[in-house]
């Protein structure tokens, strides 16, 4: 790991309405689901589309100082090495909880999930869990619009986004009343100069009580940004005092990250062609299954029984664990279903993940 940068804190930390510069998420459309679906299916979904599964290597490229974005004009995207610094720092801190995800740095945009851009002038931001995937491998997924020097907190916040957690201030739970009229004001301003609907999506609206896992407000969380004194109502301490996260990963932050990401464990089950696997999952968590096929051919795999799940094959190649395919059949009246070509005498593990599955969470998985 790299000689440690020096994290933003309560004591060097512009906050909102002190002149900071802060993330804006880009904004996208909440997911469309049947009306008629059960509310509990509803909002298992909602809260777990936007995760990966236990077991993602997710591989991040640094566009370079000669790569550029034409939009009206050419933006530079590469940063420098002291900048690149800090995002590996920021990863590492991440990895140090003993989550179930791991990050690879990889030297083509076309073998990176997570593609980093350094373009000052365009804000801190990333897409939100797996909707990266939507973006074409040419596009950033994240970017950093500022010196990241001493602001580790940035970094790490970015990533947390990419990993699927959204802002906490942003948590319905929270209680937070704002002076919406001061808060308008303040992010109209430089260095932001955001517009109404912006400042709405990144900061007075609330998140929809289906969508965050848990119901308490965590105001020293890497996700929440700082606020200078008066821009908040509620809790009323906040009239007089700015309200600045502690800066880096909070307690939450770990707990709630490895509660969505466990390790995966290394004795697993097998699943056989033709040998159904019974499953008995709560909402949110998930199962793995090795896979040795003893015949080159096509496989499909598919879960049978009420559950919407994400259904996921990597295979192990050169001792990394790469996608393969998958399958989200969440909200719909059928089953995680995808045929594959596998090949005699390599490795597979079959990654699950339930969003929900009835009264009983009990359902199956079956290959042939």
Request: proline share 6%; hydrophobic share 35%; aromatic share 12%.
């Amino acid at each position: 790991m790299a000689a440690q940068s020096k994290s933003t804190s309560g004591q060097d930390r512009a906050a909102v309405g002190a002149g900071a510069s802060i993330c804006g998420l880009p904004e996208q459309p909440p997911r469309q689901l049947d009306p008629e679906l059960h509310p509990g299916r509803s909002a298992a979904i909602v809260d777990g589309d936007r995760k990966w599964v236990s077991g993602t290597t997710l591989r991040y490229y640094y566009f370079g100082a000669d790569e550029f974005e034409w939009d009206r004009r050419r933006f530079r995207w590469g940063g420098g090495a002291a900048q690149q610094r800090v995002v590996e720092e920021a990863f590492a801190a991440w990895s140090a909880i003993g989550i179930g995800i791991d990050f690879e740095k990889v030297d083509r945009p076309s073998e990176a999930e997570i593609r980093i851009g350094f373009v000052h002038g365009d804000g801190s931001w990333s897409w939100l869990g797996r909707r990266i995937l939507d973006e074409p491998t040419t596009a950033r997924t994240m970017n950093f619009g500022w010196d990241l020097t001493g602001d580790l907190d940035t970094a790490i916040h970015e990533i947390g986004h990419t990993l699927g957690m959204p802002h906490e201030h942003q948590n319905p739970f929270s209680g937070i009343v704002w002076d919406e009229d001061a808060v308008y004001r303040e992010l109209a301003k430089p260095p932001n100069s955001w517009s109404r609907d912006k400042t709405f999506h990144n900061i007075l609206r609330k998140l929809p009580e289906s969508s965050v896992s848990g119901s308490k407000w965590d105001p020293n969380s890497v996700m929440h940004y700082p606020f200078d004194a008066g821009l908040i109502q509620v809790p009323s301490k906040y009239r007089s005092q700015a309200l600045v996260p502690a800066g880096g990963l909070s307690a939450a932050d770990k707990r709630w990250a490895k509660q969505w990401y466990p390790t995966v464990g290394k004795r697993i089950r097998s699943l056989e062609p033709f040998r159904s696997e019974p499953v008995s999952l709560d909402e949110g968590e998930q199962t793995q299954f090795l896979v040795e096929p003893t015949a080159t051919r096509r496989y499909r795999f598919r879960t049978f029984g009420p559950a919407d799940t994400v259904l996921v094959l990597f295979e192990d190649v050169d001792g990394q664990w790469r996608f393969r395919s998958g399958d989200d059949d969440s909200g719909f009246d059928r089953n995680a279903e995808f045929d594959l070509k596998l090949f005699a005498g390599r490795r597979y593990r079959l990654h699950v993940r339930l969003y929900w599955a009835g009264d009983s969470g009990d359902f199956g998985v079956v290959m042939f």
